[in-house]
Antibody, heavy 120, light 107 residues
Framework: QVQLVQSGAEVKKPGSSVKVSCKPS????????ISWVRQAPGQGLEWMGG????????NYAQKFQGRVTITADESTSTAYMELSSLRSEDTAVYYC?????????????WGQGTLVTVSS | DIQMTQSPSSLSASVGDRVTITCRAS??????LNWYQQKPGKAPKLLIY???SLQSGVPSRFSGSGSGTDFTLTISSLQPEDFATYYC?????????FGQGTKVEIK
């Protein structure tokens, strides 16, 4: 059974950074791309970007370009999402999600979510 | 960016009802359309991928159709556990945009 286990909730000050981790269990880590999706309170889902650990390539939504960095550490089989220059609007649940190995690109497994609260 | 528009934004239905949710893309996305179900406080769950393929383990009362710009998610007979919010998502290009969601509530 595949599980994506994320790090715990964070409370951050405006202007600071947060780094959330995502560790898949089951499957070969480098065989699957990982994306990050966030959900502000009471709002919908927003794709932030993703990484393909096998190729080491990343892709970011324009909205987050320059503020988000997605990385993968193959030695620990862990993916990370770091968001900088935090503001109150970044308060959200952040999910990692795994891309199925398919030409159609869909998220077949999701992490449990990490609540990031930005507050002074 | 490709805009995904779902309708309705919410609906009320009874157990046993047939429910249809539509999703429209701002440009053709061929069959690169996925549907997810989300319950409060939980991560989304994949229901349908590639517009009409049922994810393993998902009940057959869920079905998807469409291609190009217009897509439909149908629940043939609504069950108590189906009350949730449903999102479509295009995977044709990045950013991989979601619809705004459709909340299915108990009538």
């Amino acid at each position: 059974q595949v599980q994506l286990v994320q790090s715990g909730a964070e409370v951050k000050k405006p202007g600071s950074s947060v780094k959330v981790s995502c560790k898949p269990s089951g499957g070969t880590f480098s065989s699957y791309a990982i994306s990050w999706v966030r959900q502000a309170p009471g709002q919908g889902l927003e794709w932030m970007g993703g990484i393909n650990p096998f190729f080491g390539t990343t892709n970011y939504a324009q909205k987050f370009q320059g503020r988000v960095t997605i990385t993968a550490d193959e030695s620990t089989s862990t993916a990370y999402m770091e968001l900088s220059s935090l503001r109150s609007e970044d308060t959200a649940v952040y999910y990692c999600a795994r891309d199925a190995r398919s030409d159609y690109l869909y998220f077949d497994y999701w992490g449990q979510g990490t609540l990031v609260t930005v507050s002074s | 960016d490709i805009q995904m528009t779902q309708s309705p934004s919410s609906l009320s239905a009874s157990v046993g009802d047939r429910v249809t949710i539509t999703c429209r893309a701002s440009q053709s996305i061929r069959s690169y359309l996925n549907w997810y179900q989300q319950k409060p406080g939980k991560a989304p769950k994949l229901l349908i991928y590639a517009a009409s393929s049922l994810q393993s383990g998902v009940p057959s009362r869920f079905s998807g159709s469409g291609s190009g710009t217009d897509f439909t998610l149908t629940i043939s007979s609504l069950q108590p556990e189906d009350f949730a919010t449903y999102y479509c998502q295009q995977s044709y290009t990045t950013p991989r945009t979601f619809g705004q969601g459709t909340k299915v509530e108990i009538k």
